[in-house]
C-alpha cells in the first residue's frame, strides 16, 4: 500500500508538472483528489489495511494529499500569470509609434482669394454681410428695380424653385436684405455662391461665385466708387496695373459702369486672351438706382450709395494660372492640394 500510494504521488507529480492548460489541470485535480479520486479512495479504504499499517499509510497518504493540492496550486496560479501576461502582451499599445502621417488639408483656392479680397476690404472699414442661396424673386429681381421683361428673369437663365423662390443669381440681393436690416452709413462686401442655369464648359458652370460690395450714406457719388474701386484693384493687382471705367447699364444702379483693367498677358497691347482689347473686364459697379433704395425704405433725397459686383471664379483662375473653371469644381485633390 505504500508503495501503491509512492507510485500515484510520483505519477501525479509528473503529470502535474506537464500540464499546459488549466483545464488539463482541474482534470488532474479531480483525478486525485476528487470525491472517486485515486488518493481520496486510498483514504476511504483505509478500512481494508490492516490495524497496524492503518496509521502510517494514513498519515502517508494525507501527505500525499496535501503536497498534490499545493502542487496543483502553484500550478494553477502559474498557469493563470502566464496567461494574464501573454495577454497583456498581445494588448498592449505602443504609444510611441509612429503615427501614419496625415497631410494637413489645404484651402481651396476660391476660399484662399475670398479671403484675400475680405481682407483687402476689411482694410477699408467694409464689414461682410451674407444671405441665403435660395432667394425670393423678389430680392433677387423686384426689388433690384429689374424690368419684368428682363432677359435674366428668363427660365433659361435661372433655376426657378417656384414662382416666387429662385437659387439666386447674383449677390446683388443681398443689398437689398442689408439695406432693408440697417439703416445708413452701410459698408458691406457679401462674397458668396450664385447659380445661373449655364451648361459647363471651360469658362462656364451652373453654379459660381461673387463678391458684392454696397456703401450708402449721404453725399455719396461717383468719385467714391471710383476711388474705392481703384484703390482695391490696385491693391490687388500692383500699382502698375490701368483701369477703365466704361459707361454700362444695370436695371439697379444709375449711371452704370463696367470696370475693365489692363490685360495680364500682354500689359495692354492686345493679345488672344483680350481679345486685342488691352483690358479684361472685371467687375460691374455704379451709384445705387434711387428705386432700389426706396424700395428697402431709404430716402433717395437724403441718401445715395454705390453698388458693385465682380466674378470670383475669374479673379481665381488668373491669380492661379487655372484654364479650366471645371476644375475648381472638380474636387480632385491632386489639383486642390497644390494651393
Ligand atoms: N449683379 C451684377 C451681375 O451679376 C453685377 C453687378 C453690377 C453688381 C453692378 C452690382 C453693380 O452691385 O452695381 O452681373
Redesign the pocket.
Known sequence: MKLLLQEIHDKAKNEVKDVFELKNLKDLRVKYLGKKGEITQILKNLNTVGSDERPEIGKIANIVRSDLESLIAQKEKELEDKILTERLESERIDVTIKNKRVKPANLHPLTIVTRELEDIFLGMGFEIASGPEIETVYNNFDALNTPLNHPSRDLEDTFYINNNIVLR????SV?IRTMRDKKPPIKVISPGRVYRSDDVDATHSPVFH?L???VVDKDISMSDLKWTLETFIKKLYGQDIKIRFRPHY?P??EP?AEIDISCFVCGGKGCRVCKGEGFIEI????LVHPNVLKNCGIDPEIYSGF???MGLDRIVMRRFNIDDLRLLYDNDIRFLSQF
Not at 467687375?283 to 455704379?286: F, I, K, R, V
Open positions: 443669381t447674383q449677390t446683388s443689398q461673387q458684392e460690395g454696397l444695370f439697379f444702379t452704370s467687375l460691374g459697379a455704379g453698388a458693385f459686383g
